[in-house]
C-alpha cells in the first residue's frame, strides 16, 4: 500500500505511521476506490494488513483486499464497518494538494476568515488522484438544507459561494478534471452517515442550485430512506445537474447499492 521510502509527492512516512494503519484495519474495513474518485463506487474493500520489511531498515505497508464481484447483493457482514473519518468540528473545508498554487491558497484564507474553520489538507497516493474540494458540515436528518442556511445566513452564503466559485474556476483554467463535494455528516439511530453532493467542474450557478435546491430535495427523500435501510453509512448524489441524481450507497462492510432510493 505505500512504504517509508519518500514517494513520488515528497512524503516520507515514519514506521509507526505505517503501523498504526495496520492497527486501523483490524478494527474497521477501508473501502477501495478508484484513484480517490468519489464519483464511482469503492470497488473492494481492505480486510487486513500488516506490516513487512523490505531491503535494508525500509518498511512496507502489505495490504489483504477483497474485491466486489457483479452477481446477487450478499448478506450484510456485520464483524467489522467501514471505516468513517468522523468531523472534528461543526464545519470545514477539505483540500487535496490540487490546492497549493499561491492563488488558491489566497482564496482559501479568504473562506477561513469568512467562515472561521479549518482547513484540512487531504493525502491522496494515487498515480494522478482527481482533484476535489470539500465542504463538509454537521447536519440532520431532514435538515441539511435548513441546518446549512441557518449556519451561515443569506450575506455570508453570497460570499461563500463566490469564493468557492473562484477557487473551482482556477480549476476550470488548467483544463483538469474537479469535483466539488458537499459532505452532510448526520446521525441516524445511532449511526453517522455520510452524504455527498458531487459537481463536476461545477460554475457558481450550478454550486447555487446545490444550497438553494439540491439539498432540500435530498433531505425529502432520506427522510423515508435511512430509516428503512439502518446498513448504509454513505449517500452520494450527483448534483451537478438541473435534477439531482443519486449515485450509489454504500453499507456498513462497504459493499456499493446502486438501487435508487
Same mark, same amino acid.
Given at each position: 500500500?505505500?512504504?517509508?521510502?519518500?514517494?513520488?509527492?515528497?512524503?516520507? %512516512?515514519?514506521?509507526?505511521?505505517?503501523?498504526? %494503519?495496520?492497527?486501523?484495519?483490524? *478494527?474497521?474495513?477501508? !473501502?477501495?476506490?478508484?484513484?480517490?474518485?468519489?464519483?464511482?463506487?469503492?470497488?473492494?474493500?481492505?480486510?487486513?494488513?500488516?506490516?513487512?520489511?523490505?531491503?535494508?531498515?525500509?518498511?512496507?505497508?502489505?495490504?489483504?483486499?477483497?474485491? %466486489?464481484?457483479?452477481?446477487?447483493?450478499?448478506?450484510?457482514?456485520?464483524?467489522?464497518?467501514?471505516?468513517?473519518?468522523?468531523?472534528?468540528?461543526?464545519?470545514? &473545508?477539505?483540500?487535496?494538494?490540487?490546492?497549493?498554487? /499561491?492563488?488558491?491558497?489566497?482564496?482559501?484564507?479568504? #473562506?477561513?476568515?469568512?467562515?472561521? @474553520?479549518? @482547513?484540512? !489538507?487531504? *493525502?491522496?497516493?494515487?498515480?494522478?488522484?482527481?482533484?476535489?474540494?470539500?465542504?463538509?458540515?454537521?447536519?440532520? #436528518?431532514?435538515?441539511?438544507?435548513?441546518?446549512?442556511? $441557518?449556519? #451561515?445566513?443569506?450575506?455570508?452564503?453570497?460570499?461563500? +459561494? +463566490?469564493?468557492? $466559485?473562484?477557487?473551482? =474556476?482556477?480549476?476550470?483554467? /488548467?483544463?483538469?478534471?474537479?469535483?466539488?463535494?458537499?459532505?452532510?455528516?448526520?446521525?441516524? *439511530?445511532?449511526?453517522?452517515?455520510?452524504?455527498?453532493?458531487? =459537481?463536476?467542474?461545477?460554475?457558481? =450557478?450550478?454550486?447555487?442550485?446545490?444550497?438553494? *435546491?439540491?439539498? $432540500? &430535495?435530498?433531505?425529502?427523500? #432520506?427522510?423515508?430512506?435511512? !430509516?428503512?435501510? =439502518?446498513?448504509?453509512?454513505?449517500?452520494? %448524489?450527483?448534483?451537478?445537474?438541473?435534477?439531482?441524481?443519486?449515485?450509489?450507497?454504500?453499507?456498513?462492510?462497504?459493499?456499493?447499492?446502486?438501487?435508487?432510493?
Amino acid at each position: 500500500m505505500f512504504t517509508t521510502h519518500r514517494d513520488a509527492h515528497g512524503d516520507k %512516512f515514519e514506521p509507526q505511521t505505517l503501523k498504526d %494503519f495496520a492497527d486501523q484495519v483490524e *478494527s474497521a474495513y477501508l !473501502p477501495l476506490w478508484t484513484d480517490h474518485d468519489p464519483r464511482i463506487p469503492p470497488h473492494g474493500r481492505v480486510i487486513d494488513a500488516y506490516v513487512e520489511r523490505m531491503q535494508g531498515e525500509e518498511l512496507a505497508l502489505i495490504g489483504v483486499v477483497e474485491e %466486489f464481484e457483479r452477481g446477487p447483493r450478499p448478506p450484510l457482514d456485520t464483524t467489522r464497518e467501514m471505516k468513517i473519518d468522523h468531523l472534528p468540528v461543526d464545519l470545514l &473545508i477539505g483540500v487535496d494538494r490540487s490546492y497549493r498554487d /499561491k492563488r488558491s491558497q489566497a482564496l482559501l484564507n479568504d #473562506l477561513v476568515a469568512i467562515l472561521g @474553520v479549518p @482547513v484540512r !489538507p487531504e *493525502s491522496k497516493k494515487a498515480l494522478e488522484p482527481l482533484s476535489v474540494l470539500t465542504l463538509a458540515a454537521k447536519a440532520s #436528518l431532514g435538515g441539511i438544507a435548513a441546518g446549512f442556511a $441557518a449556519r #451561515l445566513g443569506e450575506d455570508l452564503y453570497e460570499q461563500v +459561494k +463566490k469564493k468557492l $466559485a473562484l477557487l473551482l =474556476a482556477r480549476r476550470r483554467a /488548467k483544463n483538469d478534471d474537479f469535483v466539488f463535494r458537499y459532505r452532510a455528516e448526520i446521525v441516524v *439511530s445511532g449511526h453517522v452517515v455520510e452524504i455527498d453532493f458531487l =459537481a463536476t467542474a461545477p460554475t457558481e =450557478a450550478q454550486i447555487n442550485r446545490i444550497f438553494k *435546491s439540491h439539498l $432540500a &430535495i435530498a433531505d425529502a427523500k #432520506l427522510m423515508d430512506y435511512l !430509516p428503512k435501510h =439502518a446498513e448504509v453509512r454513505r449517500v452520494v %448524489f450527483d448534483a451537478g445537474g438541473a435534477e439531482l441524481k443519486f449515485l450509489y450507497a454504500i453499507r456498513s462492510d462497504v459493499y456499493p447499492i446502486l438501487d435508487e432510493p
